[in-house]
């Protein structure tokens, strides 16, 4: 059946989505999905020698969109359930440098930025601090991997994103923190991450038991955790942990069709 006029049925039709932006709906994927069809329009650009702009004109309006209200005040504060339009939004804005020129991107990497930092500070007011999303601490005081290990991979991908553009030290001691912790007490030798003994997440250092959860979307997180590493410090090892998990724990949640 149609929808009635207004309605808007997010989520898997669980009921109508009048606000967007507010901690009832944290868990909607608002920021995971928008995030995702941003890299996917700048793929699509690229792809198509940057003669068709409609996904990328659109994803500038999705992205224009948070901007232009979520912030500093007078906008407001808000953090996803789910991470991913944090690291968007910093590739977003290099992109748009590229495309547009410098500093037309700089908004967007500044919101990803916003979004990080307020993870914490929001999740506070709203008394639901969790390491289930990382809201448990400031990112810039997390050392130790913890919670949903797919969330968990694509905020410290997003913090790398932040710690290259901006050169902070702060986010760069975090993030070096995290790399550690998750290489030498939270990593498998399949390149695997997540012993699912927290939700799909990590469990205390060094328990790697052998029936791990291991998620093949986990290790994506993984692998852009360590290419962006790779980027701003130049060492192998992140390399090499880059192909262990690519080869092993990657490659394995695909069949030989490629299904």
Not at 154 to 170: C, K, L, P, Q
Not at 239 to 255: C, I, K, P, S, V
Request: glycine share 10%; proline share 3%; with cysteine.
């Amino acid at each position: 059946d149609a929808l009635a006029e207004g309605e808007n049925y997010p989520a898997g039709g669980r009921g109508p989505w009048v606000e967007r932006w507010t901690p009832a709906h944290r868990n909607n994927h608002e920021g995971y999905v928008s995030g995702y069809f941003i890299e996917s329009a700048i793929n699509h650009y690229m792809m198509t020698g940057r003669k068709d702009a409609r996904l990328y004109n659109a994803a500038k309006k999705l992205a224009d969109c948070w901007a232009d209200h979520i912030g500093p005040a007078p906008k407001q504060a808000w953090f996803d359930g789910h991470q991913e339009m944090e690291q968007a939004l910093v590739r977003f804005g290099r992109f748009v440098n590229d495309v547009e020129g410098h500093p037309k991107g700089q908004k967007y990497i500044d919101l990803a930025r916003f979004l990080l930092d307020s993870r914490y500070h929001a999740a506070r007011e709203e008394r639901e601090r969790s390491e289930y999303d990382q809201s448990h601490l400031p990112v810039i005081e997390q050392y130790e991997a913890v919670g949903h290990a797919v969330r968990a991979m694509y905020s410290y991908s997003g913090m790398a994103d932040v710690a290259m553009e901006t050169h902070n030290a702060d986010y760069r001691s975090a993030v070096n923190s995290l790399w550690d912790n998750i290489a030498n007490r939270k990593y498998y030798v399949t390149g695997g991450i997540a012993s699912g003994e927290s939700s799909e997440g990590f469990g205390p250092n060094y328990s790697l038991r052998n029936n791990a959860y291991c998620e093949s979307c986990s290790s994506c997180g993984e692998i852009f955790f360590q290419w962006k590493l790779g980027l701003i410090y130049h060492d192998a090892s992140y390399a090499d942990l880059y192909e262990e998990t690519l080869y092993n724990a990657l490659l394995g949640g695909l069949a030989l069709d490629g299904k």
